[in-house]
């Protein structure tokens, strides 16, 4: 049988009626899942890297505006919060791709103590193309006004302003299925034969799983930032080793579930054991990550295993990686610089890597937060907000350029839902289907993966991918 007919044959065993729209969200996924997305579909290689920054990052003080009229506008807003106009790095945008609002922004430099290199490697690429900036991006079930928040005139995302429903909002960008499935685990299942010779699953995470990776048919591959991890307790010689690898014997178990735990589990020994030797035989990359960054040794592992994509047999992946740090109820200007500072060498880093395995116009990366904090200052930090600005890095992004609408910076203003916290005007769905069409989704199959999507006609792609 056919991978594509034991796809099909296994999910409607495995779920029926109700089930089967609830896990994939749609029939036609099925249809969709086992038809136009085979072996021979894609002739290249994409990767999709989603950086996420737990704790919801204030970007209100990552990109900011630096003329005159819209800096005081800003530093009125802002209060205690206000970076000094002086240590805003310029962030030159190309031929028409200036902000919505005619602004001249710039980033925080992030530059203090010993810190001499802060955020320049992220205005370096937005200066140089190699790099965009969406402005206003949140969660939202269909377009959202002040008037409409304020008489609860339509349906908003759950519990909004709450760290882990926003997370997870975030991750999974719909509702009501009771499954949570992430975005990018129902990419990877829409693209599941895509990769018929692979060793591991499309998709990839950095430490742990990831709900964005979380797919009804599929898995995702856990790896560590040294590379994968083994069952250590098994790997050594002795009584309790060779007992348990007995037990782990193909059709050694009795039970349904026990032979399904040793499948998966010989699998995972296999995954590891194909990933290791790919990544021992492979040469050092050149390109130097900094060092004391976590999030730069995530970065690196995923360049590494980028650099070996056609030893393990694939043409389309998805990554996961993340740090943490972001929830600047106090300390915001002290803290958060190095926070920035630590993104903005990663991801610059990351970026030189693709070019180094000529591959940047293959790979991009993407930020992503809880949500965004307030513009009003509780004294010393930001509270829970809502819209947030963000990076696309890659050599395929059209960079140097901003899209979306950014917000008007006045507390109590038109997009200001009440004590600070920002309206997005720019939904993660239109976000993450503008990356979903770049990697290979067909643009009739957006709506299978984003169900909110057409809440947003006529716009369907944000236009920020070449």
């Known amino acids: 049988m056919k991978r594509r007919e034991f796809l099909r044959n296994s999910i409607c065993t495995a779920l029926g009626g109700a089930g089967l729209y609830s896990a994939l969200g749609n029939l036609r996924l099925v249809e969709a899942a086992t038809r136009a997305y085979g072996a021979s579909s894609f002739d290249d290689y994409k990767a999709l890297v989603c950086v996420f920054m737990f704790g919801g990052n204030d970007s209100l003080n990552m990109v900011i505006p630096r003329d005159n009229d819209h800096y005081q506008q800003y530093r009125t807003a802002r209060a205690t919060l206000a970076v000094e106009q002086s240590q805003l790095l310029p962030l030159v945008p190309q031929t028409g791709g200036g902000a919505s609002d005619g602004a001249d922004y710039g980033l925080q430099s992030s530059i203090i103590g010993d810190d001499t290199v802060g955020m320049s490697g992220l205005q370096g690429l937005f200066n140089t193309g190699q790099a965009a900036v969406l402005g206003n991006v949140g969660t939202l079930i269909r377009p959202t006004s002040k008037a409409d928040y304020a008489n609860h005139a339509v349906e908003l995302p759950p519990q909004l302003f709450s760290h882990n429903d926003q997370q997870q909002y975030w991750q999974v960008s719909r509702t009501g299925d009771g499954r949570n499935l992430g975005w990018g685990g129902r990419i990877a299942d829409l693209l599941h034969d895509a990769n018929p010779d692979a060793f591991i699953p499309m998709s990839v995470s950095l430490n742990f799983e990831s709900i964005l990776q979380r797919a009804a048919t599929g898995s995702q591959y856990v790896i560590g930032n040294d590379g994968p991890r083994y069952f250590s307790r098994f790997e050594w010689d002795g009584d309790s080793r060779r007992a348990f690898l007995a037990l782990m014997a193909p059709n050694a178990q009795p039970h349904v579930f026990g032979r399904s735990y040793a499948n998966s589990f010989r ?200």
């Open 267 to 466: 699998r995972a020994r296999e995954n590891a054991d194909a990933v290791g030797t790919a990544l021992d035989s492979s040469t050092p990359l050149q390109t130097v990550f900094p060092a004391n960054n976590d999030l730069a040794a995530q970065l690196q592992m995923v360049a590494r295993m980028i650099k070996v994509r056609e030893v393990l047999g694939l043409k389309r992946q998805v990554y996961f990686v993340s740090m943490g740090g972001f929830d600047n109820h106090d300390r915001l200007l002290s803290e958060q610089p190095a926070l920035l500072s630590r993104l903005s060498q990663a991801m610059t880093a990351f970026h030189a890597a693709t070019v180094e395995l000529g591959v940047a116009d293959k790979v991009t990366a993407f930020t992503a937060s809880d949500f965004g904090r307030t513009l009003s200052s509780n004294g010393d930090g930001s509270d829970h907000g809502w819209g947030g600005h963000h990076f696309v890095v890659g050599g395929a992004v059209r960079g140097g350029r901003f899209f979306g609408q950014m917000p008007t910076l006045v507390n109590g203003g038109n997009d200001d839902a009440g004590w600070g916290q920002i309206i997005p005007t720019t939904p993660v769905d239109l976000y993450a289907a503008t990356l979903a069409k770049w990697f290979g989704v067909a643009d009739t199959d957006l709506d299978l993966i984003f169900p909110n999507l057409g809440n947003f006609s006529p716009r369907r792609d944000l236009g920020f991918m070449g």
